[in-house]
Each structure stands twice: as C-alpha cells, then as structure tokens.
C-alpha cells in the first residue's frame, strides 16, 4: 500500500477573514441537491497541491488563499495556494517539524530543473515519476484515475476518462509495474532495431538501384569521374578568366559612371550660372531704362508757369528765380550739371548691360556645352553596359554554373566510386548492428520474463479482489476480468428475466460500480501487496448517480463498501480516507461516518464557520 493520505481541513481567506471546514474522520459524505456546491467543493479539496486540471469556480477563486492541512504517513503538512491566481507559488511547510523550512514551490517550472508543487507531493507520496515515450506522469495523471472520480466522468468515463497511454502507465506504476530498468532496456532494443532495420533498407534501395542500372560498373564510373574532373578543370579556369574579364569591365563601367556623375554635375552648375547671369542682366535692364527715363525729364524744358498752383509765373529780374524771386546766379548750370551726371549714369549702365549680355550668352553657350557633355557621358556608360558589360557578365555567369554543375557531377561520380565496396562494408554494419539488437533483445526479453510472470499474477489477484467488490456491490454479477495489457474490463452478470428496461438501461450506474470497484479493489491490492503503492485515499464526485432512482439497494450495497474500504488500516496503520458527494441523506447513522450538509442556506464555501 502507499503512504497514507488523510486530509484534516480545508482553510480559506475571504478578505480578512480565515475560515475552516473540518473532514472529521475516514468517512465523509457532503450531502445536498444537485447545483448545492458539492462538486465546487471535491474539486477544492486538492487543489493547493498544485493542480493544474482542478475546476476554478467562482467560489474558489472569489478566496484569496486556500490552505489544505493533511497527514501523510502520519506526518503533518500544509499547503497553501492563492484561489484567485491558479499560477501563484504554492507554499509548503511540514508542521511536524519545525527546524524544516518553509518551501515556496511554483505551480508549473519555468526554469530548468525548478521543482513544482505537484512534484514535490507527488514524491512525498511516493508516486514514481514514470514516463514512457513523450508521456510523463505528474499528479495530475495520478489524481484523474487512481485518486479522485469526478462527477462529469465517473458515470461515463472508465477511471476517470485518461487517455489510453496516460491510464495504462499509471496503472503500472501504481502495481509496482514499471521498473525504471525495464523501461531502459525496452528503449534499448527498440533503438537498436532500428538501426538495424535501417541499415538493411539502407542496403536493399543499393541493390535495387544497382540492379535498374542506376549504378554502373566501378571501372566506367572511375572513367567518367577523371573525364568530369578534366571537364571541370577546364570549366574552372574558363570561369577564372571570365570572372577576371566581369572585373575589368566592372572597373571600366565604373569610370563611366563616374564620368557621367561629373559632367552631370557641370552641367548642374553652368546651368545655375547661366540663371544667375540671366537675372542679373535683368537687373541691370531695368536700372538702365529707370536711368534713362531721369535724364530724359532733365531734358525736358523747364516749366513756365507755377508748380505748386499752375498759374503762369510773374516777370522777375535776371538774378532772380522767376518761382521764388530769390537770388539764383548759376541755375542754368545746375541744370547742365544735373543733365551732364544723368547722361554720365545712363552710359555707364549702358557699358554694364552690354557686359552682362556677353557674360549670358557665354554662360549659356557653357551650359549647352556642359549639357552635350553630360549627355555624351550618359550615352558612353548606357551604351557601355549594353554592348561589354552585360555580355561579359553573362559569360561570367554561365561559366560559374557550367563550373558548380561540373563539380557537382565529379562530387557524386566520387560517392559512387567509393560506393563501388559498399555492399561489403554495409554487410558488415548489418552485422554489427544484428548482433547488437540481438543482445539488446536478449537483455529486454530476460527481464520482461520475470515481469510477465509478475505482471500476470498481480492482474490474477487483482481481478479476484474487483470481482469480490463486484459482487459485494452488486450480487448479480458472476464474472469479471482486467486485461493484463491495457487494464480494461469485461463483466458477466447472471440472467434476470424479471429485470425490466428501465433497470437494465440505467444511465450511468454499470460504469460508475466499476470505476468504485476498481479503485476499491486496487486498495485491497496494495493491502495484500506491498509492491502496490495506491494512495489509501479515495475522492468520489456522486457514486450514487442514478442508483438511488432504480436500484436502491445497490446504492446502499455501494455506501456499505465504501464504509468498509475505509476501514480497513492500511499497511503504517492509518486506514482509507472517503470524502464522497451523495444528493441525499444516509437512511441511517453509520459509526464513524460524518454528514457534511451542503446546500442553499449552508453553502461550503459561503457558511463555512471561522477559524479559531
């Protein structure tokens, strides 16, 4: 039998407040209506350890932390796990030791080698971590078939609805069926059969490449391998050349371009000069003309009359301004003066704009020329990559996959030309590989001899202890039989012709008397057989699922064996804990057995008391 595993309270933190619901000895019935919470609070029950498939409902996760106080092996531990984020650390103490310190261990590892809550239970437990292929075990494996029947499979789901591979390897650790050693060998000899099948094929597609004359005869292949090699010499140094040739005209059109960037950029700069030129020949035009038309007022007699009011200006002597009647000896050469710098000015600027028209047009005539230049140099370099460049590079191009062709060619000429004694070599890895597969096997089967004998005998009284619980819960039963290779089962019971359809179709009831049965009778296993390392603790979702309607009695023989598996001690002195969820009461007091009621007005979770 495993260690045992009694659970003594379940905690939980609403806000501030710590409260408890007590799981006061071996026997424990949550009894309520179906939608009470029962299955709420099954599915809480393990859930600090770590467990990643436990339903969260709202209940749970509306409680800050959650905290499982059990025994195992009579050692007291506690775990505690925050209801409201599934992916919290878990904490782990063990009150029975108080110089051991308290492990805070995460839900799933993100680091390598980073111990998981469910891990470290899994191994106080006792549980192995088995593995075959790409399954692993965890807790989660061990809890959905050999712990705990939940309600959504238990009437529909052999234990518990686990994938073939996942139940199977469960059942073996559990029966002290795997071995570590075994499992070693039997990847061994898989492994070396393998290479063994895969050498031989390796050698058949040989054989039939040969004999379609994919292959021809080792002399003809090392002739067309020298032949290839000359060709590919000669392809080689053919490539060599062109490659120098791309070279060159690389560089050469290179200079071209150069050349053509260069005249481009003349061209840039002449043509701004010559715009430069153009505006300031404008300039020039204007101010020449506004010149011109200040000398032509000069020239422009003077007026007789006034210029204020218009009226003809009076006589006045010879020394005197006929406008204002003051002294003015030199006017008349005032005037010259004026006429003489006007005409002075308009000839200079003249002089200027005759300058800065040379000066356009010999920008314009640089900016063609730089225009022609840059148009000349784009022709070169245009002209240049169509007519050398290109050609070249294609040579280039072709002789460098003419020469990888060719190397291709003499790199598989030489794998067939050192294949010419693969026959011999590869039978000497068949060989090889034979006698090691062999040894393996020899090794594998030895072991799995003894293993079949112990497997056989521990399914044979196995099936007696199923068929006894069968029986005890349902005396029609006559046969029963668990297949030694995938645990499944077969059962016979007696004819009974006043059975109706109703009793015979009852949704559920046969699955959920064999999934108990089984479990029941794995216990018993681990009593009788020390090697067997079950848990002596059963959680058990509604086992009375639609035999109380029907067949009440088979519900009351159902009742009567979980009260009997529960106490019988197990192996460290501490008998199989129940907790199970019934929908209605016990038609009467059992010893020993404790009735938590869990309904609308006390709800687990929502009317649990405080803690002290």
Known sequence: ?????????????????????????LVAFLVGHSGAGKSTALE??????????????????????????????????QVTRSGSNPRARVSVKNLDDDTEPERSLPVKNAKAGEETASAFVQDLLGLPQAARGATRLDLDDYYNTVLALRQHTIASAFLGGAKDEVRILVLEAILGLWDADLASLEKNATE??????????????????????????????????????????A??????????????????????????????????TTAKQATIAHEKLQGATAEHARAEGALGELLTPPSEDCTRCGQPLPERGPDLCRQCGQACQDATDQRERKIAAARAKVERLRMKLRSLKEALAAAIATAEKAEDAAAIALKARDTYDQHDLQPVRVAAQQAEKTAHGLSRDVARL????????????????????????????????????????????????????????????????????????????RIKERDNP?????????????????????????????????????????????????????????????IDTLID??????????????????????????????????DTDNRFFDHAPRCA
């Open 235 to 268: 392809a080689a140094n053919a490539w060599q050349k062109a490659d120098t040739a791309l070279k060159s005209a690389v560089g050469e059109h290179g200079r071209l371009i150069a050349l053509h960037k260069a005249a481009n950029a003349d061209r840039k």
């Open 192 to 233: 070396t059969a393998s290479r063994f099948n895969k050498a031989k094929a390796d050698l058949s597609a040989f054989k039939k490449l040969r004999d379609k004359g994919g292959l021809a005869d080792p002399d003809r292949v090392r002739s067309d391998y020298e032949q290839k090699q000359r060709e590919h010499a």
């Open 565 to 598: 598996i529960a106490g019988d001690p197990s192996s460290d002195g501490y008998a199989c804990q129940v907790i199970a969820a019934i929908n209605d009461p016990l038609p009467h007091p059992y010893t020993g057995v404790r009735e938590i009621p869990v």
């Open 44 to 77: 809480a029950l393990l859930y600090p350890l770590g467990l990643t498939t436990a339903t969260i409902m709202p209940e749970v996760s509306a409680c800050q932390q959650i905290r499982l106080t059990f025994r195992v092996a009579g050692t007291r531990w």
């Open 1 to 25: 039998m495993g260690l045992s595993f009694v659970i003594e309270k379940l905690e939980f933190q609403r806000g501030d407040v710590w409260q408890v619901r007590y799981i006061k000895g």
């Open 498 to 558: 006043d059975k109706t359809f109703a009793e015979s179709s009852v949704a559920g009831s046969p699955k959920v008397v064999t999934n108990v049965a089984m479990l029941l009778s794995l216990r018993d296993l681990g009593r009788a057989d020390p090697a067997v390392r079950v848990p002596p603790l059963m959680i058990i979702d509604s086992p009375l699922a639609d035999l109380g309607a029907v067949d009440q009695a088979t519900g009351l023989r159902l």
């Open 414 to 489: 030489k794998e067939w030309l050192e294949s010419s004694d693969y026959i011999n070599t590869q039978q000497k890895i068949i060989d090889a590989a034979k006698a090691e597969m062999e040894k393996a096997k020899a090794a594998r089967d030895a072991a799995l001899t003894a293993h079949e004998v112990r497997r056989k005998e521990v399914i044979a009284r196995w099936t007696e202890l199923f068929l006894a619980r069968l029986q005890q819960i349902n005396p029609d039963v006559e046969t029963a039989y668990i297949d030694p290779t995938d645990f499944t089962t």
